[in-house]
């Protein structure tokens, strides 16, 4: 889009849908790798991908072009239907409804990098429940406990 510009980081978590821990070591970078493409593929700059058995992260800055709802669809739907081509899982995979978005600025790049790629190491002293509450709370998100993922501890 001509004389438009922007820098818009947008920070996103999503979860499997029943919480299972499907996102084997085996596979992981695999997935971060492909999710890392879907993002650059669909205009956007992938700055980070990462996550945990149970849940992903990314980190991009956002085209103008898109919204984050339209974005995201792209992005679920699109490395759902990778994993079960791929065959990773005996099961079906497929990630629960929502997603979690937060914006940051361009100061703040290098912290949540270096969080999204340390999430292992974050994992072992923090529940995924305990790491999204907290982000819904520093961001001061309004939420009801009903509409919150699915939490299996």
Request: glycine share 6%; aromatic share 16%; proline share 1%.
């Amino acid at each position: 889009m001509a004389n438009t510009y922007s820098q818009i980081s947008i920070h996103s978590v999503f979860a499997v849908k029943g919480r299972h821990n499907y996102i084997t070591i085996e596979w992981r970078d695999k997935l971060h790798k492909y999710i890392s493409g879907i993002i650059t593929g669909n205009g956007a700059k992938s700055l980070a991908t990462g996550g945990w058995k149970d849940h992903v992260h990314i980190f991009f800055g956002m085209p103008v072009t898109s919204s984050i709802s339209d974005f995201m669809i792209i992005i679920k739907a699109s490395s759902s239907k990778w994993i079960n081509e791929q065959k990773f899982i005996k099961e079906k995979f497929q990630w629960q409804s929502g997603y979690a978005a937060f914006s940051h600025s361009k100061s703040q790049r290098d912290k949540v990098i270096n969080y999204i790629m340390t999430q292992e190491m974050h994992h072992r002293t923090k529940t995924f429940r305990e790491e999204y509450l907290k982000m819904l709370a520093d961001f001061e998100v309004e939420y009801e406990e009903k509409y919150l993922f699915e939490f299996y501890e």
